[in-house]
């Protein structure tokens, strides 16, 4: 019988592979981090640790969206505004 919670899980490993295009040490350095992480969770079959995973999913997603964000108000802060010096 299937998992409920595989639907969520490929999702989540869905978004964060997409969110990955843009990591700053490159998309095959994200890819296979994010594939051993999963796969070191692969024999998870208690619901209630598969949701807390999945929520620990969903933040680094978050973290993720901070970090990209901030890297893009980095970069035009560089081109509007002068150094402070």
């Keep these: ?16 592979l997409y969110l990955g295009r843009d990591y700053p040490k490159g998309t095959a350095y994200f890819r296979e981090r994010l594939k051993a992480a999963f796969m070191k969770n692969k024999d998870v079959t208690d619901p209630e640790k598969i949701k807390k995973l ?7 997603i978050k973290e993720l969206e901070a970090l990209y964000f901030l890297r893009k108000y980095r970069a035009m802060k560089k081109r509007y505004y002068e150094p402070e010096h």
Excluded: H, T
């Design 1 to 16: 019988m299937s998992n409920p919670l595989r639907g969520d899980v490929i999702r989540l490993y869905k978004n964060l």
């Design 54 to 60: 999945v929520d620990r999913g969903e933040f680094v």
